[in-house]
């Protein structure tokens, strides 16, 4: 199917596991991006990629690794995972600058 | 700090009524304005948007009123109705594939 997936849909973890959150796009769009959204803070840009092995951190990266080795791929890894980071995360991606956004149905990420 | 500041966080609308949801930015370099819709359990989707050389953008029930010199723009949705029902976040870019977001707004629309 063609369009931006995100998996999983929902995820608890303890605190101080590793967590990856996985983005796929079938566009080959070379920009993607990962926001998270909380409640009184909209969404948040944490990292964004240009294209293959090009990433590049966003206004809230502390805590996330990401990494984008195939264009269609662009996975969030929480390295250590705080009660902070209980939030939902939204990955998208564009071709036509910031008209030209698309974003997954997002994954509920809940840190106990 | 948030580069764009909405306002209201949340509005209740009679179907039929005029909902409206306002914004205000600092970067006088930002230059495209877009409103975006959000359904629970779904990703933001492009609604409308605007580019600061023109002052007004209308499709459909939807329109933007943007003003450069107060650095304000506003989304207008009229007559109303309760399929739109859903949270409305305005954003910022300037030159780049980048998006500031406003902290969104949750319109209720009752029947």
């Known amino acids: 199917d063609a369009g931006i997936t995100q998996s999983p849909r929902y995820k608890i973890t303890e605190t101080g596991r590793q967590v990856t959150l996985m983005c796929h796009q079938t566009w080959s769009h070379s920009y993607m991006f990962w926001y998270r959204q909380d409640l009184g803070h909209g969404l948040r840009l944490i990292y964004y990629s240009a294209a293959a092995d090009i990433t590049d951190k966003g206004e809230v990266p502390d805590g996330y690794v990401v990494s984008r080795s195939k264009t269609e791929n662009f996975p969030l890894t929480l390295e250590s995972a705080t009660r902070s980071q209980t939030s939902v995360y939204f990955c998208?991606?564009?071709?036509?600058?910031?008209?030209?956004?698309?974003f997954g149905s997002g994954t509920r990420l809940t840190v106990v | 700090q948030q580069q764009v500041k909405q306002s209201p966080q949340s509005l209740i609308v009679q179907k039929g009524g005029i909902s409206i949801i306002n914004c205000a930015y600092e970067?006088?370099?930002?230059?495209?304005f877009p409103w975006y819709q959000q359904f629970p359990g779904k990703g933001p989707a492009l609604l409308i948007a605007?580019?600061?050389?023109?002052s007004e953008k209308k499709e459909g029930r939807f329109t933007i009123s943007f003003n450069k010199s107060a650095k304000q723009f506003s989304l207008h949705i009229m007559d109303s109705q309760p399929g739109d029902s859903a949270t409305y976040f305005c954003?910022?870019?300037?030159?780049?594939?980048?998006?500031?977001f406003g902290a969104g707004t949750t319109v209720t629309v009752r029947a």
């Open positions: 954003a910022a870019s300037f030159n780049d594939y980048k998006l500031s």
């Open positions: 998208a991606s564009s071709e036509a600058g910031p008209r030209g956004y698309t």
């Open positions: 970067n006088t370099a930002f230059d495209y």
């Open positions: 605007i580019r600061p050389d023109v």
